[in-house]
């Protein structure tokens, strides 16, 4: 099945840097690549996500880049607010819709 | 619109002892997913369902964990006998169907096996 590894599993940046959050995938087929944002005791939330015909996409501070080539797409955070401070997973899904996660990383945002 | 409801919210079991969560989907999700997620990793796939037929069930201990989703619905995940490392977070997690892509996950059920 599906391999997704993700890096760095802990980042911490100064309010108002950037984070940027790397993962690799193994499968070809994988075309759909979400991000979620997880609160301690909270469910996942989607914040960005990506298809595969599509090589880069931005909403607001949030950016994701994908290399189908290299099998590797990234999470960019600008101007970061402590708000930001969560543990982010990374998926890629197959066709059929399964899912494969990342191992997190914690982001802490240093007011 | 309702999100994907999950109870319990929590429990706590002992070792061998049986137990069984219960997910609702979003109306008309036709797709539902249960995932194990593990303190300090990620969700792990269990099971997707697609309408109550079973697509995916290769990472399901099947010799303690089964699910059924009658009717297509609701669905219920089980644990019988429990093992101290099934202590974790069971998501659920529901999909409009092939297709679309986009999950919503339920709030989790916080196992802890003793």
């Known amino acids: 099945g599906e391999n997704v590894e993700q890096h760095p599993s802990t980042l911490s940046v100064q309010e108002g840097d950037s984070a940027v959050i790397k993962c690799t995938y193994s499968d070809s087929a994988s075309n759909y690549f979400p991000w979620y944002k997880q609160e301690l005791g909270k469910r996942p939330q989607l914040i960005i996500d990506i298809r595969s015909n599509v090589g880069e996409k931005k909403d607001q501070r949030i950016a994701v880049t994908l290399n189908k080539t290299a099998k590797h797409f990234s999470l960019h955070i600008t101007e970061t607010q402590p708000e930001d401070s969560a543990v982010y997973f990374c998926?890629?899904?197959?066709?059929?819709?399964?899912?494969?996660f990342g191992t997190g990383t914690s982001l802490t945002v240093i007011p | 619109e309702a999100g994907v409801a999950q109870s319990p919210r929590y429990k706590i079991i002992e070792k061998r002892q049986s137990v069984a969560f219960w997910c609702n989907p979003i109306s008309g999700h036709a797709t539902l997913y249960w995932y194990q997620q593990i303190l300090g990793q990620g969700p792990k796939l269990l099971i997707q369902f697609q309408n109550n037929g079973v697509v995916d069930d290769s990472q399901l201990p099947k010799d303690r964990f089964s699910a059924e989703r009658l009717k297509g619905v609701d669905s219920t995940l089980k644990i019988q006998p429990a093992k101290l490392e099934d202590s974790a977070v069971y998501l659920c997690a529901s999909s409009p169907g092939t297709g679309t892509y986009e999950q919503y996950f339920g709030p989790g059920t916080r196992l802890t096996v003793t």
């Open positions: 998926a890629a899904s197959i066709p059929g819709n399964q899912f494969y």
